[in-house]
């Protein structure tokens, strides 16, 4: 019988009394190196950007900035405010590690992610380039002529460039087993927020190309002949223009890479030969099968997505902390205080800013209609009692959800909040040790001003196993909204990948598909580990600032 990614929905779930099939240790001899490096290729050091607060974060929502021209420096600052290193940290008597800014479960990186650029003075030619974080460099794999780059650019803005992401599995599955594939496409929607917000931060729009297919992607980020469990695998394309000129939705939306550009690239070598991660590997056969189930193949079949909610503004705007500062702040709560509140204005902020609206940023990137709804477990709001709330992301989900969640909710607009929000109080009551329980136990769900669940719609996904990656991606981009709007609320976030599916469906009356939860979360006070020393992120580079 054919293999059926909703198998591996099932199979990769935790419960109270199975974990999902993982080592169950840490084979520290194994771990994979966090960084890729291509060895031999031509490397060009990106300058090191000053730290500037950049426009502030409430701002974003309003008129794009005045878009910035496309160099080596604005390319420098974009990667350092989406994929670069944020921090050092070290533990007494343990190596550092590093942290990024797009979060990661685990902290494993799975993420790699690439430039295609025209010619640009400092970059010379035309090419395909992989990011390293690590040297925040460009590492050459392809250069391209300046008519092969028209071709592959034609139609589009000056000033477009694009992004490719690929994934590499197995530094996830070193540590989670067959969970990985899950967290694999959390990070990956991860980096699509820090991309998105650093894209509107010098006035550019990220938008997915959804009809480009993994072969033919990884024929142009040169991943084609990559096997084994440490090949990349190409996931996705961004393009990235200057926001006022971007091209129409459905030029976008049928966006191909050139057939004859194709041919010619997959005759010719790439630059560099990937490291080596780990000396050895485990292999997660139901993985395997996974990944390749749900290999897209291009040619975007969706419909087109609907225009953003007219939802007004619900809280009047404030000046905010400046948005790259925010970015590169950004940290997961290791520990939640268990008693700062959040106010009422600062939670309405960060729900209005979870929602599609206003001309499309950021969700605007997925050209789907949103696909995930957020139930909360509200601990501390204020004005707002504790119990069960749910935000309706798009109007299409109220009835389906009305129908499977338990027949005692209340569905009533909550006292004193705004009617146009469409967030629902269902029931009210202590939550705190459910959270916590449900999130394999996890206190940070419960020590918090609220926990929430991601209920994802997998209606169709059995027939398009390829949207099952996508439907992470959402959520992972509501995370990153998440830990920056709490950022912004002074308080912290922590994405929560560990927890009892079929518990929270449970809790919320979910029987079985299509709705089912993706991806939890928790926004509080975090408490700082005081054993922890943090050192900047490129001390170790000596490269002037930029
Ligand atoms: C998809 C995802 C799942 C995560 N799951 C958990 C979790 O279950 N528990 C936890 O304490 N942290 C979790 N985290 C937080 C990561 O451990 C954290 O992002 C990583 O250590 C890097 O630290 P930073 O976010 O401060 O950069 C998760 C993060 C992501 C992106």
């Known amino acids: 019988m054919a293999f059926s990614i909703l198998a591996y929905h099932a199979a990769s779930k935790h419960s109270f009394s199975r974990y999902a099939d993982g080592p169950g240790f840490l084979d520290w001899e194994t771990q994979p190196d966090p960084f890729r490096r291509y060895e031999?290729?031509?490397?060009?050091?990106?300058?090191?950007?000053?730290?500037?607060?950049?426009?502030?974060?409430?701002?974003?929502?309003?008129?794009?900035?005045?878009?910035?021209?496309?160099?080596?420096?604005?390319?420098?600052?974009?990667?350092?405010?989406?994929?670069?290193?944020?921090?050092?940290?070290?533990?007494?008597?343990?190596?550092?590690?590093?942290?990024?800014?797009?979060?990661?479960?685990?902290?494993?990186?799975p993420t790699e992610g690439y430039l295609l650029l025209p010619p640009l003075p400092g970059i010379e030619s035309a090419g395909v380039f992989h990011y390293s974080p690590l040297r925040h460099s460009l590492e050459a794999r392809?250069?391209?002529?300046?008519?092969?780059?028209?071709?592959?650019?034609?139609?589009?803005?000056?000033?477009?460039?694009?992004?490719?992401?690929?994934?590499?599995?197995?530094?996830?599955?070193?540590?989670?087993?067959?969970?990985?594939?899950?967290?694999?496409?959390?990070?990956?929607?991860?980096?699509?927020?820090?991309?998105?917000f650093s894209a509107r931060i010098r006035g550019w729009r990220a938008l997915l190309l959804p009809a480009v297919g993994e072969a033919e992607l990884a024929s142009l980020l040169a991943l084609e002949d990559q096997r084994g469990p440490e090949a990349e695998h190409a996931d996705c394309l961004l393009g990235i223009f200057p926001d006022r000129c971007r091209p129409p939705e459905e030029?976008?939306?049928?966006?191909?890479?050139?057939?004859?550009?194709?041919?010619?690239?997959?005759?010719?070598?790439?630059?560099?030969?990937?490291?080596?991660?780990?000396?050895?590997?485990?292999?997660?056969?139901?993985?395997e099968r996974a990944i390749a189930s749900a290999a897209y193949p291009g040619g975007w079949p969706g419909e087109p997505a609907p225009p953003p909610l007219p939802?007004?503004?619900?809280?009047?705007?404030?000046?905010?902390?400046?948005?790259?500062?925010?970015?590169?702040?950004?940290?997961?709560?290791?520990?939640?205080?268990?008693?700062?509140?959040?106010?009422?204005?600062?939670?309405?902020?960060?729900?209005?800013?979870?929602?599609?609206?206003?001309?499309?940023?950021?969700f605007a990137l997925l050209p789907w209609r949103p696909r995930v709804s957020v139930l909360f477990f509200v601990h501390r709001v204020g004005g707002l009692a504790p119990g069960l709330y749910l935000l309706l992301r798009s109007p299409a989900h109220e009835a389906p959800l009305r129908r499977e969640l338990r027949p005692e909710f209340a569905w009533q607009?909550?006292?004193?909040?705004?009617?146009?929000?469409?967030?629902?109080?269902?029931?009210?009551?202590d939550f705190r040790e459910?959270?916590?329980?449900?999130?394999?136990?996890?206190?940070?769900?419960?020590?918090?001003?609220?926990?929430?669940?991601?209920?994802?719609?997998?209606?169709g996904v059995g027939e398009q196993p390829w949207f099952y990656p996508r439907l992470f991606w959402e959520c992972g981009l509501l995370g990153q909204l998440l830990y920056l709007g709490a950022e912004a609320a002074g308080l912290q976030g922590t994405g929560i990948g560990c927890y009892f599916d079929d518990a929270l469906h449970d809790l919320a009356g979910i029987r079985g598909l299509p709705w089912q939860s993706l991806y939890h979360f928790a926004v509080g006070r975090g408490v700082p580990d005081r054993r922890l020393q943090s050192r900047p992120a490129y001390a170790h580079l000596a490269r002037s600032p930029g």
């Open 40 to 109: 031999g290729s031509p490397e060009i050091p990106l300058a090191l950007p000053p730290d500037e607060p950049g426009p502030g974060y409430e701002r974003l929502w309003d008129r794009p900035p005045d878009p910035a021209p496309l160099s080596r420096l604005s390319l420098s600052r974009f990667l350092y405010e989406s994929l670069a290193l944020s921090a050092w940290k070290q533990a007494p008597h343990a190596p550092p590690w590093s942290l990024r800014v797009n979060p990661s479960s685990g902290n494993l990186h």
């Open 434 to 459: 459910a959270a916590a329980k449900i999130s394999c136990y996890q206190t940070i769900a419960s020590g918090g001003c609220f926990a929430l669940a991601m209920l994802a719609d997998l209606s």
């Open 413 to 429: 607009a909550p006292p004193g909040f705004p009617e146009a929000l469409p967030f629902r109080r269902l029931a009210l009551g």
């Open 311 to 362: 939802v007004p503004p619900v809280v009047r705007p404030q000046p905010s902390e400046g948005a790259s500062l925010l970015l590169r702040r950004r940290r997961s709560a290791l520990a939640m205080d268990g008693k700062t509140p959040i106010p009422r204005e600062s939670f309405l902020r960060l729900l209005s800013q979870l929602l599609p609206r206003g001309d499309g940023f950021p």
């Open 142 to 196: 392809r250069l391209l002529r300046a008519d092969q780059w028209e071709e592959l650019a034609a139609g589009l803005p000056p000033g477009a460039f694009f992004v490719g992401l690929s994934t590499i599995y197995w530094r996830e599955a070193w540590k989670y087993g067959e969970r990985a594939f899950r967290y694999c496409h959390h990070d990956l929607g991860h980096a699509l927020g820090t991309l998105a």
């Open 251 to 287: 030029a976008v939306r049928s966006f191909r890479l050139p057939s004859t550009l194709l041919a010619a690239l997959r005759g010719l070598p790439p630059l560099g030969k990937p490291n080596r991660l780990s000396p050895d590997h485990v292999r997660w056969p139901l993985l």
